[in-house]
């Protein structure tokens, strides 16, 4: 294993796409450090999306260097419908009409041109006065009037569009399911093809989360453990964050929607809120959208873009989210060897500027926290090289990261999905071993996993967290200080 990876604290997720869907890339991808691929199922199709979770597996075992993976859904995305292959030029300060039962018109001297919308009866949900965006917001037109199955729009913004570009409607209380028909096929084709995280788009309350696990529970009941990210990015989602946080088991800042939905000058204090809220409760937060996107089209981000990274890193990002710089990007390779690079510097002057406190996880308190919380004080105390978590679901691990311990965490695992999909979580390097159920052979794997690490040799000292006896389930309560290579 690269020893950057065991200095590298944050992970690192790389949206995986037609710039980076072959096997050198992927395997490059990989030892420059990315840690879990997205698949983006609002495109591609399935045999596409197979073809690159086979591809990543194999390389991944041929390498040695295990990844997880992740499955976004698509969710309702609102979007136009088609328009001419030249796409339309909205006409600035004049109006058009929007429909979801009309095809595109371009209209005549009496008549307004038509816009599709693929959005099922839309004009039941818009208002005058509520704002229509396109395109991620940079054209932006207001609803004046509503008759029928027509909404007639005032183009505030203009510019050409083109077919099946994003809609949001910040202003409209849009009743569309968030977990769709076709969120519902693409779950149970990556549950059966052992997708190892699933994020969930447009997510509005708890009660999103709770229909999901449902779902699972009665269509593939194998992977009801699977970890679940609830993407924030509508406002009703801030406004129902802690009750999300609470049945999620992480968050995603999806700054670009969110941005769309409220306003960029929103996004950074909200980000600020989403990262601290997910600390205090012990929850994952992925920081997302436009991380480095300059380097889409050039090889350098812009100095903007690197503080972004390294604050999202100061502020207690769990991970970092790539979406188009390596799904179509032009320099995949360079733009994770930089952020790779910024989340690096950062880390290493975090003790300084940082914003990360373990006393402040408060709202999950258990045996399994206060465990966690004398393992981070012990090591602390005694410059251990490394804490060993035993786990059977991850959680231990997770709030042993949420510690923010200067030092590894080394997460022991029987289960290969736990295995998965621990390379998501903050500070922690994974193994899969063979059940074991005395000290002994606990004491065994550790030190044959810790001393295969560039980092580490004997006579260092390390704290292990485990449930008692060995090997039984429930929650962690035993903890050993052990000096590698000295006997039990």
């Not at 590894?408 to 074991?436: C, D, E, K, S, Y």
């Amino acid at each position: 294993m690269n020893c950057n990876l065991i200095e590298r604290k944050a992970k690192i997720i790389a949206t995986i796409g037609p710039a980076t869907d072959s096997p050198e890339m992927i395997q490059n991808l990989l030892l420059e450090g990315v840690n879990v691929f997205r698949q983006n199922f609002s495109h591609g199709s399935m045999e596409e999306h197979k073809g690159r979770i086979l591809r990543i597996r194999e390389i991944a075992a041929k390498i040695k260097r295990p990844v997880a993976i992740l499955q976004d859904l698509q969710g309702p995305k609102l979007r136009l419908g088609k328009l001419p292959k030249e796409g339309y030029l909205l006409p600035q300060g004049n109006q058009v009409i929007l429909s979801s039962h009309h095809a595109f018109s371009t209209g005549s001297q009496n008549e307004l041109a038509c816009l599709p919308l693929d959005i099922p009866d839309v004009e039941k949900f818009v208002k005058p006065g509520d704002r229509i965006l396109l395109d991620d917001g940079y054209f932006e037109l207001v609803a004046r009037e509503i008759t029928g199955d027509h909404i007639l729009a005032h183009v505030i913004t203009g510019g050409k569009v083109t077919s099946h570009k994003g809609v949001n409607l910040p202003d409209s209380d849009i009743n569309i399911p968030t977990f769709t028909k076709k969120d519902k096929a693409d779950l149970v084709f990556g549950l059966n093809n052992d997708v190892d995280i699933i994020a969930l788009s447009f997510i509005e309350s708890a009660k999103d989360i709770t229909i999901v696990r449902q779902f699972i529970s009665e269509n593939v009941p194998a992977r009801i453990g699977v970890p679940i990210i609830a993407k924030v990015e509508r406002p009703c989602a801030m406004t129902n964050l802690e009750e999300i946080m609470d049945e999620a088991d992480g968050v995603m800042i999806a700054r670009g929607d969110l941005a769309v939905e409220t306003s960029p000058y929103f996004v950074p204090i909200a980000q600020k809120k989403i990262i601290d809220m997910a600390n205090t409760k012990g929850k994952i937060v992925i920081t997302a959208t436009q991380m480095l996107e300059s380097m889409i089209e050039h090889p350098r981000p812009t100095r903007a873009e690197a503080s972004d990274v390294a604050n999202a890193i100061l502020d207690g990002s769990d991970a970092v989210m790539l979406s188009g710089e390596t799904a179509i990007g032009k320099y995949p390779i360079k733009t994770v060897q930089m952020m790779n690079s910024i989340i690096e510097e950062a880390e290493r002057n975090y003790e300084y500027w940082g914003h990360h406190s373990n006393t402040r996880l408060t709202k999950t308190q258990s045996d399994s926290l206060s465990m966690a919380k004398a393992a981070y004080t012990l090591a602390d105390a005694l410059d251990v090289a490394a804490i060993a978590v035993f786990t059977q679901s991850g959680r231990t691990a997770i709030l042993m990261s949420k510690m923010r311990p200067s030092c590894p965490i080394v997460a022991f695992t029987p289960h290969q999905n736990t295995f998965q999909r621990l390379h998501l979580i903050w500070g922690v390097v994974p193994f899969v071993i063979p059940f074991v159920d005395t000290v002994e052979k606990m004491v065994f794997e550790v030190e044959n996993a810790v001393l295969s690490l560039d980092s580490f040799e004997k006579g260092q000292r390390i704290v292990l967290v485990s449930t008692f006896p060995i090997g039984s389930t429930g929650k962690p309560n035993f903890m050993l200080l052990h000096t590698m290579g000295n006997p039990i």
